[in-house]
């Protein structure tokens, strides 16, 4: 695995406008009081998958944005390998959804903001498929504060 900052990644305006699409899927999960994390996968320009935290409305750990979007993007493609393809996802991944990334072959990783406590790079870079680059940072303080005005308003209930 490749681990890039993103001032190095060639990509840079496209994944800010589809970190942006990440985003409005976060914004979804806030609208319905789930943590707001939100993801899309993109092949070839077009976004095949999106994906919000679905946990509480559905009573289900795995029901991560990641894990809707990469059976949304598998649904389109009809195939379960999202190789050429790129996930956004507004946090870190977790372990989990690092290890569902991990069997997809997933070309691109790109998230906005770490996740220090949950996140899989914690645990080293090889929960990922050898053929995965990550990119870390786009849009990181957009991303990170949606999740951290949404705990300060938990905690102030
Ligand atoms: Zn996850």
Known sequence: MKYINFED????????????????????ALDQDEVPIGAVIVCN????????????????????????????????????????????VTIE????????????????????????????SIHGNDLLHPKTTVISGVLENECAALVTSFFRNKRNK
Not at 17 to 27: G, N, P, T, V
């Open 9 to 28: 990644a060639s990509d840079a305006v496209s994944d800010e406008i589809y970190m942006k699409e990440a985003l409005k899927e976060a914004q979804k």
């Open 45 to 88: 320009g077009k976004i095949i998958g999106r994906g919000h935290n679905l946990t509480e409305r559905l009573n289900d750990v795995t029901a991560h944005a990641e894990m809707q979007a990469f059976t949304a993007a598998a649904n389109y493609i009809g195939g379960k390998y999202l190789q050429d393809c790129t996930l956004y």
């Open 93 to 120: 991944p977790c372990v989990m959804c690092a290890g569902a990334a991990y069997w997809t072959q997933i070309t691109r990783i790109v998230f906005g903001a770490n996740d220090r406590k949950r996140g899989f």
